[in-house]
C-alpha cells in the first residue's frame, strides 16, 4: 500500500495550488482520507478530511473557505485545493488514510495508518 502525495511548490501569497495524493495497493474510494500538514518547529496538524462517501468533509478553522478537499474515485485520488494561500500556510502536506469511512477525531495523526510522503509548500514573495 502506498500514498503518493504531489503537486506542491513555491507560490506567491494570494496564490493556489491542487495537490494530489494517489494511491496503489488500496481503494481510496472505500475509506476516509486527510490532509495534515507541518511547518518547521511546529506539531503535525490537520487541515482537511473527506469521508468515503463524500458526504461529509472537515476543515480546520484556519482554512476554512480557501482550501477544498475532493476526490475522484475514477483515478483514486484525493485532492486538496488551496486558495489565496498565506504566509502561514506553508508547510509539508502530508495525505493519511485509514479503514475508516468518516472523519469524526481526523485531525488526531494517530488515528491514520497511512500516510504519503509529503509535499512542500511554500509561500513566498
Known amino acids: 500500500l502506498q500514498l503518493q502525495a504531489s503537486g506542491g511548490g513555491l507560490v506567491q501569497p494570494g496564490g493556489s495550488l491542487r495537490l494530489s495524493c494517489a494511491a496503489s495497493g488500496l481503494t481510496l474510494g472505500y475509506y476516509a482520507t486527510a490532509w495534515f500538514r507541518q511547518a518547521p518547529g511546529k506539531e503535525r496538524e490537520g487541515v482537511s478530511c473527506?469521508?468515503?462517501?463524500?458526504?461529509?468533509?472537515e476543515y480546520a478553522d484556519s482554512v476554512k473557505g480557501r482550501f477544498t478537499i475532493s476526490r475522484d474515485n475514477a483515478k483514486n485520488t484525493v485532492y486538496h485545493e488551496m486558495y489565496s494561500l498565506q504566509f502561514e500556510d506553508t508547510a509539508v502536506y502530508y495525505c493519511?488514510?485509514?479503514?475508516?469511512?468518516?472523519?469524526?477525531?481526523?485531525?488526531?495523526?494517530?488515528?491514520?495508518?497511512?500516510w504519503g510522503q509529503g509535499t512542500q509548500v511554500t509561500v513566498s514573495s
Open positions: 493519511a488514510t485509514d479503514t475508516v469511512n468518516y472523519c469524526p477525531g481526523y485531525n488526531a495523526p494517530r488515528a491514520w495508518s497511512y
Open positions: 473527506i469521508s468515503s462517501d463524500s458526504g461529509s468533509t
